[in-house]
């Protein structure tokens, strides 16, 4: 018997109609998703934007497409997650000086590539807000650094002092926001020893100032800081000329007879305890030996016009040391 004739399956015209759409449905998908990644038409160029600590990747997207510089909302969250990993995007300003895709808008939100070039600025320790400032406004063009001062006066002793890396749209507040979470960073190392200290944190910042003003080796300002605490234990003035320079906005520390019959809070000729704030910005160095005072028979000390410390144990011993180096 001779096999039948095998037929071929032709699909039906309905068929040929849906193979047709669903082919054209995903060209149509496909080139919808590429159209979306590439930049809008009225992209922004030039753009600084910004992006809040705390801010949600929805609030994010939706900025970022209010400024037209994405097309895609869900595209950005997309490529943000599958670059992340769920870790999100870095705080911080971004320039955008020319058409950028949304793929790459992402990467560099996920990478912090802000496209600035980074301005280094080290800040001394025991620098004082006013100091800061200037040297802020000296390397960061247009920099105001009167709304610094606003901004950063209420927390002098609290503006950690290390190297930064800013650019020409750091503002005065994002500068503030920086030191004042270093010091927040570095303190917490230090919360062990404070505690164990009984002292008020407070107390240790204002007296750790004071040491970077009195003495540049760890070993003098311990020695110091020794003579400090016991002062103001036995309710003894510190004398401490320092901080009366720093409230009369004198350079150095040399004390006229007028500036030492000045009635500030901070003569602390006139006035038991400690200044009512700190008069400069410590380092974590001058905390701990803040909080690790050497015990010695000393109570007086002076610095001599090279910068050698003198200790002496009585007043008489201080006058004679005054004459010999002063």
Same mark, same amino acid.
Do not use: C
């Given at each position: ?5 095998t037929s ?6 309905e ?5 047709a759409?669903?082919i054209?449905?995903i060209?149509?998908?496909?080139a919808?998703?590429v159209v979306?990644?590439?930049?809008p038409?009225?992209f922004s160029?030039?753009?600084v934007?910004?992006v ?21 909302e869900?595209?950005l969250?997309? @490529?943000?997650?599958?670059? !992340?990993?769920?870790?999100? %995007?870095? $705080?911080?300003?971004?320039? =955008? /000086?020319? +058409?950028? *895709? ?5 990467w560099?939100?996920?990478?912090g590539?802000?496209g600035?070039?980074?301005?280094k ?32 006066t ?8 290390d190297?930064?890396f @800013?650019?020409?749209?750091? !503002?005065?507040?994002?500068? %503030?926001? $920086?030191?004042?979470?270093? =010091? /927040?960073? +570095?303190? *917490?190392?230090a919360?062990?020893m ?13 007296m750790?100032s ?11 300002r ?9 002062r ?6 510190l ?7 720093y ?6 520390t040399k ?10 809070p901070f ?11 700190p ?6 160095s ?7 005072p050497?015990?010695?028979t000393y109570?007086?000390?002076l ?14 011993e ?9």
């Amino acid at each position: 018997m001779e096999p039948e004739p095998t037929s071929l399956s032709l699909p039906s015209p309905e068929k040929k109609f849906l193979l047709a759409a669903g082919i054209f449905f995903i060209g149509a998908l496909v080139a919808m998703s590429v159209v979306a990644i590439m930049p809008p038409a009225g992209f922004s160029a030039g753009t600084v934007f910004h992006v809040e600590s705390n801010s949600s990747l929805g609030q994010i997207s939706d900025s970022l497409y209010q400024e037209h510089l994405i097309k895609s909302e869900s595209l950005l969250k997309s @490529f943000v997650v599958l670059f !992340s990993g769920q870790k999100g %995007v870095k $705080a911080g300003d971004y320039v =955008f /000086d020319s +058409k950028e *895709s949304v793929m790459r808008v992402a990467w560099r939100l996920v990478r912090g590539e802000y496209g600035f070039a980074p301005i280094k600025v080290t800040i001394p320790e025991g620098f004082t807000a006013r100091q800061i400032s200037a040297l802020l406004g000296k390397d960061i063009s247009g920099f105001s650094t009167s709304t610094f001062l606003t901004k950063a006066t209420p927390l002098e002793g609290y503006l950690f002092p290390d190297t930064y890396f @800013f650019n020409q749209k750091t !503002s005065p507040e994002d500068a %503030v926001n $920086a030191m004042r979470g270093l =010091f /927040d960073q +570095k303190i *917490s190392t230090a919360g062990g020893m404070i505690a164990a200290s009984g002292r008020a944190t407070s107390s240790v910042i204002v007296m750790a100032s004071l040491l970077e003003r009195e003495a540049t080796s760890s070993s003098d300002r311990r020695i110091i800081a020794g003579i400090l605490w016991k002062r103001l234990g036995d309710k003894m003035p510190l004398q401490v000329d320092a901080a009366l320079a720093y409230a009369l906005n004198k350079q150095g520390t040399k004390l006229t007879t007028a500036d030492l019959a000045d009635s500030s809070p901070f003569n602390t000729y006139k006035n038991l305890g400690l200044p009512p704030t700190p008069i400069g910005n410590p380092g974590l160095s001058a905390i701990v030996d803040a909080l690790r005072p050497a015990s010695t028979t000393y109570w007086y000390y002076l610095s001599d016009p090279k910068g050698s410390i003198h200790f002496s144990e009585t007043y008489d011993e201080q006058m004679t040391n005054e004459t010999k180096y002063l």
